[in-house]
């Protein structure tokens, strides 16, 4: 079973930037889907994006044009970097992975990390 490990959280002030990395134990390249998501204070988890083996991407309309996944299988790493925070971007972010089938809905994804907190300061 694939280990997930993420870092890169912190906190940092409104219309700052954080990246976020994702490494894997094991090739990431078996795995048609990888992504992100995210779980405010006290609110259910969500899709923050995904991106496919073959370099297809989705986006939640809130992160749209400030965020961007991508994935290197040389290193078995995914990062996500995150540009013009905002303070409803506060949440535990967790990389996630899936065999196929990939979409923003958090229920049907396999493997997961144990997360790290990003805190943004309005």
């Known amino acids: 079973q694939v280990h997930l490990v993420e870092s890169g959280g912190g906190a940092v002030e409104a219309g700052g930037s954080l990246t976020l990395s994702c490494a894997a134990s094991?090739?990431?390249?078996?795995?048609?889907?990888m992504g992100w998501f995210r779980q405010p204070p006290g609110k259910e988890r969500e899709g923050v994006a995904w991106?496919?083996?073959?370099?297809?991407?989705e986006y939640h309309d809130s992160v749209k044009g400030r965020f961007t996944i991508t994935r290197d299988h040389a290193q078995n790493t995914m990062n996500l970097q995150m540009n013009n925070l905002k303070a409803d971007d506060t949440a535990e972010y967790y990389c996630?992975?899936?065999?196929?089938?990939?979409?923003?809905?958090?229920?049907?994804?396999?493997?997961w990390g144990q997360g790290t907190q990003v805190t943004v300061a309005s």
């Open positions: 996630a992975a899936k065999n196929f089938g990939c979409t923003l809905e958090h229920r049907f994804w396999d493997y």
């Open positions: 094991e090739s990431l390249r078996p795995f048609g889907c």
């Open positions: 991106i496919s083996v073959g370099g297809g991407r």
